[in-house]
């Protein structure tokens, strides 16, 4: 299993306030990508990273904003949650090679505001 | 617009049954995923190829990039594959990122 975790696992914030997910590899893997997953919808792209300070958005990224200081460390911030980012969250990890990118993920973050 | 299509949404077998999961994307790429999701969320690689088929125990993928398709086939299905299965495309940008279907949930009853 590729060493990837995230933290926290599951937790339950307010209306307005600011949470951070964090996701931390050991696989020294240069990409990094938060997704979120929700009912009727595939797995979509918040944003991704691809090197230490260098990221950039996805599909997605209105109201969240990432950091990524260190290779194994990328944070996603939601600045002031709302009940529309009420989601799982994954945090994934690839290197790309010629022929595509083999992926790994994290094991999720529920995250419920309420 | 980069689309992914997956067909059933839903598929229901028996213990032993030849299972297809079916994948279909919009356009050219230069990879195709296959991962699979058990209850409790984890998402695991199982696949990926970018043309002809791969094996690993009693899964099969293959991908036909003519008709831009590809499949998922599972033999002799165990209740244990019970998971929803996704198919993700690499559109070949240089950040690596995929499209997702919106999966498809196998239920394999005993």
């Known amino acids: 299993d590729a060493g990837i975790t995230q933290s926290p696992r599951h937790k339950v914030t307010e209306t307005g306030t600011p949470v951070t997910l964090r996701c931390h590899q050991t696989e020294n893997h240069r990409y990094m990508y938060w997704y979120r997953q929700d009912p009727g919808h595939g797995l979509r792209l918040i944003h991704y990273s691809y090197g230490v300070k260098d990221t950039d958005k996805g599909e997605v990224s209105d109201g969240y904003s990432v950091s990524r200081s260190k290779t194994e460390d990328f944070l996603l911030t939601l600045e002031s949650a709302t009940s529309s980012q009420t989601s799982v969250y994954f945090c994934?990890?690839?290197?790309?090679?010629?022929?595509?990118?083999?992926?790994?993920f994290g094991e999720g973050s529920w995250l419920t505001v309420v | 617009k980069n689309e992914v299509e997956q067909s059933p949404q839903n598929l229901t077998a028996q213990e032993g049954e030849f299972i297809t999961i079916n994948c279909s994307y919009s356009?050219?790429?230069?990879?195709l995923h296959w991962l699979q999701q058990h209850p409790g969320g984890g998402i695991v690689s199982l696949f990926m190829?970018?043309?002809g088929k791969k094996k690993h125990g009693r899964l099969i993928a293959t991908i036909n990039i003519q008709e831009k398709h590809s499949s998922l086939h599972i033999t002799a299905s165990h209740p244990r594959d019970s998971a929803v299965y996704i198919c993700?495309?690499?559109?070949?940008?240089?950040?690596?990122?995929?499209?997702f279907g919106k999966g498809t949930k196998l239920s394999v009853k005993p």
């Open positions: 190829l970018s043309s």
């Open positions: 993700a495309a690499d559109y070949g940008g240089s950040q690596g990122n995929l499209i």
């Open positions: 994934a990890i690839s290197n790309l090679w010629d022929s595509g990118n083999t992926i790994y």
């Open positions: 356009v050219g790429i230069s990879a």
